[in-house]
Protein backbone atom coordinates (compact mmCIF):
# COMPACT_ATOMS: atom_id res chain seq x y z
CA UNK A 1 0.00 0.00 0.00
CA UNK A 2 1.28 3.40 -0.91
CA UNK A 3 1.44 5.55 2.37
CA UNK A 4 1.92 9.37 2.33
CA UNK A 5 2.40 10.82 5.85
CA UNK A 6 2.58 14.27 6.68
CA UNK A 7 4.35 15.83 9.41
CA UNK A 8 1.75 16.88 11.20
CA UNK A 9 -2.02 17.44 11.27
CA UNK A 10 -2.90 20.18 13.16
CA UNK A 11 -0.56 23.32 13.35
CA UNK A 12 -1.28 26.54 14.87
CA UNK A 13 1.72 29.76 14.03
CA UNK A 14 1.34 33.26 14.31
CA UNK A 15 1.61 35.83 11.50
CA UNK A 16 4.61 36.57 10.34
CA UNK A 17 6.37 33.29 11.02
CA UNK A 18 8.40 30.79 8.80
CA UNK A 19 6.16 27.19 8.70
CA UNK A 20 7.44 24.50 7.31
CA UNK A 21 5.25 21.68 6.26
CA UNK A 22 6.47 18.25 5.55
CA UNK A 23 5.36 15.24 3.06
CA UNK A 24 7.18 11.71 2.98
CA UNK A 25 5.85 9.05 0.66
CA UNK A 26 7.25 5.25 0.91
CA UNK A 27 6.51 3.66 -2.79
CA UNK A 28 9.03 5.45 -4.72
CA UNK A 29 7.33 8.36 -6.48
CA UNK A 30 8.77 10.49 -8.97
CA UNK A 31 5.82 13.41 -8.82
CA UNK A 32 4.96 14.66 -5.51
CA UNK A 33 2.36 17.83 -5.28
CA UNK A 34 1.20 20.41 -2.96
CA UNK A 35 -2.33 21.22 -2.47
CA UNK A 36 -4.83 24.01 -0.26
CA UNK A 37 -8.35 22.82 0.17
CA UNK A 38 -10.68 25.78 1.53
CA UNK A 39 -14.72 25.60 1.85
CA UNK A 40 -16.21 26.58 -1.64
CA UNK A 41 -12.45 26.32 -3.61
CA UNK A 42 -12.15 22.92 -4.15
CA UNK A 43 -8.45 21.42 -4.51
CA UNK A 44 -5.97 24.15 -5.61
CA UNK A 45 -2.40 22.55 -6.58
CA UNK A 46 0.39 25.16 -4.93
CA UNK A 47 3.81 23.22 -6.34
CA UNK A 48 4.88 20.41 -7.96
CA UNK A 49 7.65 18.50 -8.13
CA UNK A 50 8.94 15.45 -10.87
CA UNK A 51 12.11 14.64 -9.56
CA UNK A 52 14.54 15.60 -6.59
CA UNK A 53 15.16 19.48 -7.01
CA UNK A 54 12.77 20.14 -9.32
CA UNK A 55 9.66 21.39 -8.93
CA UNK A 56 6.80 23.56 -10.71
CA UNK A 57 4.30 26.63 -10.36
CA UNK A 58 0.36 25.39 -9.51
CA UNK A 59 -2.19 27.27 -9.73
CA UNK A 60 -1.39 29.54 -6.45
CA UNK A 61 2.42 29.69 -5.67
CA UNK A 62 2.34 32.71 -4.14
CA UNK A 63 3.27 32.91 -0.58
CA UNK A 64 4.77 29.76 -0.45
CA UNK A 65 8.04 27.74 -1.78
CA UNK A 66 9.17 24.32 -1.64
CA UNK A 67 12.03 21.81 -1.34
CA UNK A 68 12.54 18.64 -2.51
CA UNK A 69 16.18 17.29 -1.69
CA UNK A 70 15.47 13.65 -1.69
CA UNK A 71 12.94 11.56 -4.09
CA UNK A 72 10.54 10.52 -1.09
CA UNK A 73 10.28 14.50 1.00
CA UNK A 74 8.55 17.33 -0.77
CA UNK A 75 8.35 20.16 2.07
CA UNK A 76 6.16 23.44 1.90
CA UNK A 77 7.56 26.41 3.03
CA UNK A 78 5.51 29.95 3.84
CA UNK A 79 7.97 32.55 4.36
CA UNK A 80 6.30 34.77 6.22
CA UNK A 81 2.75 32.87 7.40
CA UNK A 82 -0.75 35.16 7.11
CA UNK A 83 -4.26 34.67 8.26
CA UNK A 84 -5.12 34.26 4.77
CA UNK A 85 -2.88 30.95 4.18
CA UNK A 86 -4.97 29.23 7.26
CA UNK A 87 -6.45 26.17 5.30
CA UNK A 88 -6.40 22.38 4.63
CA UNK A 89 -2.82 21.30 3.16
CA UNK A 90 -3.16 18.23 1.39
CA UNK A 91 0.13 16.58 0.17
CA UNK A 92 0.33 13.69 -2.67
CA UNK A 93 2.07 11.40 -4.71
CA UNK A 94 1.80 9.23 -8.10
CA UNK A 95 4.08 7.69 -10.52
CA UNK A 96 5.49 9.17 -13.73
CA UNK A 97 3.91 6.60 -16.40
CA UNK A 98 1.97 7.42 -19.03
CA UNK A 99 -0.91 4.52 -18.04
CA UNK A 100 -2.45 6.17 -14.66
CA UNK A 101 -1.39 9.47 -12.91
CA UNK A 102 -3.43 7.76 -9.81
CA UNK A 103 -2.96 10.55 -6.81
CA UNK A 104 -1.82 8.97 -3.56
CA UNK A 105 -2.94 11.85 -0.89
CA UNK A 106 -1.63 12.43 2.69
CA UNK A 107 -3.88 12.84 5.83
CA UNK A 108 -3.86 16.37 5.32
CA UNK A 109 -2.41 19.10 8.02
CA UNK A 110 -4.71 21.94 9.50
CA UNK A 111 -2.86 25.05 9.79
CA UNK A 112 -4.17 27.82 11.64
CA UNK A 113 -2.30 31.32 11.33
CA UNK A 114 -3.25 33.80 13.77
CA UNK B 1 -7.04 26.16 -19.76
CA UNK B 2 -8.84 22.64 -19.00
CA UNK B 3 -12.15 23.15 -16.90
CA UNK B 4 -13.75 20.16 -14.82
CA UNK B 5 -17.55 20.70 -13.62
CA UNK B 6 -19.03 18.40 -11.34
CA UNK B 7 -22.88 18.29 -10.92
CA UNK B 8 -24.53 18.65 -8.89
CA UNK B 9 -22.61 20.27 -6.16
CA UNK B 10 -24.99 19.28 -3.50
CA UNK B 11 -26.70 16.25 -3.41
CA UNK B 12 -29.07 15.07 -0.49
CA UNK B 13 -31.06 11.95 -1.26
CA UNK B 14 -32.84 9.65 1.01
CA UNK B 15 -31.14 5.60 1.95
CA UNK B 16 -32.53 3.15 -0.37
CA UNK B 17 -32.60 5.33 -3.13
CA UNK B 18 -30.29 6.08 -6.69
CA UNK B 19 -28.84 9.31 -8.42
CA UNK B 20 -25.76 9.76 -10.52
CA UNK B 21 -23.44 12.33 -10.33
CA UNK B 22 -21.92 14.32 -13.30
CA UNK B 23 -18.62 15.13 -14.60
CA UNK B 24 -17.73 16.86 -17.51
CA UNK B 25 -14.30 18.05 -18.81
CA UNK B 26 -13.33 20.27 -21.63
CA UNK B 27 -10.13 18.75 -23.28
CA UNK B 28 -9.41 15.33 -24.58
CA UNK B 29 -8.11 12.90 -22.17
CA UNK B 30 -8.97 9.23 -21.34
CA UNK B 31 -7.72 9.02 -17.94
CA UNK B 32 -10.38 10.16 -15.26
CA UNK B 33 -10.01 9.38 -11.73
CA UNK B 34 -12.78 9.31 -8.87
CA UNK B 35 -12.13 10.64 -5.15
CA UNK B 36 -14.22 10.38 -1.91
CA UNK B 37 -13.36 12.98 1.08
CA UNK B 38 -15.26 12.12 4.49
CA UNK B 39 -15.78 15.36 6.60
CA UNK B 40 -12.31 16.05 8.03
CA UNK B 41 -9.96 13.44 6.22
CA UNK B 42 -8.00 13.66 2.94
CA UNK B 43 -9.19 12.05 -0.49
CA UNK B 44 -9.21 8.75 -1.00
CA UNK B 45 -8.78 7.36 -4.24
CA UNK B 46 -12.25 5.03 -5.86
CA UNK B 47 -11.74 4.39 -9.57
CA UNK B 48 -9.41 5.14 -12.01
CA UNK B 49 -10.65 5.17 -15.66
CA UNK B 50 -8.13 4.43 -18.19
CA UNK B 51 -10.14 4.47 -21.51
CA UNK B 52 -13.47 5.11 -23.48
CA UNK B 53 -16.01 3.35 -22.28
CA UNK B 54 -14.71 1.68 -19.04
CA UNK B 55 -16.79 0.79 -16.14
CA UNK B 56 -15.69 0.48 -12.72
CA UNK B 57 -17.72 -0.81 -10.13
CA UNK B 58 -17.43 -1.11 -6.37
CA UNK B 59 -20.09 -1.82 -3.86
CA UNK B 60 -22.99 0.71 -4.40
CA UNK B 61 -20.86 2.94 -6.35
CA UNK B 62 -20.35 2.48 -10.36
CA UNK B 63 -18.31 4.75 -12.68
CA UNK B 64 -18.29 5.26 -16.40
CA UNK B 65 -16.35 7.19 -18.69
CA UNK B 66 -17.21 8.49 -22.21
CA UNK B 67 -14.59 10.21 -23.66
CA UNK B 68 -16.38 11.58 -26.72
CA UNK B 69 -18.61 13.21 -24.56
CA UNK B 70 -16.24 13.92 -22.21
CA UNK B 71 -18.09 12.83 -19.56
CA UNK B 72 -17.97 10.47 -16.41
CA UNK B 73 -20.82 9.38 -14.15
CA UNK B 74 -20.53 8.13 -10.57
CA UNK B 75 -23.67 6.06 -10.27
CA UNK B 76 -25.03 5.29 -6.32
CA UNK B 77 -27.33 2.07 -6.19
CA UNK B 78 -29.27 1.84 -2.95
CA UNK B 79 -27.88 4.37 -1.14
CA UNK B 80 -26.74 4.32 2.46
CA UNK B 81 -25.21 6.48 4.96
CA UNK B 82 -22.16 5.21 5.05
CA UNK B 83 -21.86 6.47 1.65
CA UNK B 84 -22.26 10.34 2.75
CA UNK B 85 -18.95 12.36 1.59
CA UNK B 86 -17.66 14.88 -0.72
CA UNK B 87 -16.87 12.75 -4.12
CA UNK B 88 -14.33 14.52 -6.91
CA UNK B 89 -13.38 13.59 -10.66
CA UNK B 90 -10.16 14.27 -11.48
CA UNK B 91 -8.60 14.79 -15.52
CA UNK B 92 -5.42 14.74 -16.57
CA UNK B 93 -5.41 16.35 -19.98
CA UNK B 94 -3.11 16.78 -22.82
CA UNK B 95 -2.37 20.54 -22.58
CA UNK B 96 -1.42 20.02 -18.90
CA UNK B 97 2.18 18.89 -17.67
CA UNK B 98 2.25 15.26 -17.98
CA UNK B 99 1.35 14.12 -14.45
CA UNK B 100 -1.05 17.24 -13.23
CA UNK B 101 -4.85 16.54 -12.14
CA UNK B 102 -7.26 19.25 -12.66
CA UNK B 103 -10.26 17.98 -9.91
CA UNK B 104 -13.99 19.14 -10.24
CA UNK B 105 -15.29 21.25 -7.20
CA UNK B 106 -16.33 18.04 -5.51
CA UNK B 107 -20.06 16.79 -5.24
CA UNK B 108 -21.13 17.33 -1.47
CA UNK B 109 -23.10 13.92 -0.94
CA UNK B 110 -25.82 13.51 2.59
CA UNK B 111 -27.71 10.63 2.88
CA UNK B 112 -30.69 10.49 5.16
CA UNK B 113 -32.32 7.99 6.48
Known amino acids: DVKVTQSSRYLVKRTGEKVFLECVQD?????MFWYRQDPGLGLRLIYF???????EKGDIPEGYSVSREKKERFSLILESASTNQTSMYLCASSLLRVISYEQYFGPGTRLTVT | ELKVEQNPLFLSMQEGKNYTIYCNYSTTSDRLYWYRQDPGKSLESLFV?????AVKQEGRLMASLDTKARLSTLHITAAVHDLSATYFC?????????????FGEGTQLTVNP
Open chain 2, 49 to 53: LLSNG
Open chain 1, 49 to 55: SYDVKMK
Open chain 1, 27 to 31: MDHEN
Open chain 2, 90 to 102: AVDGVETSGSRLT
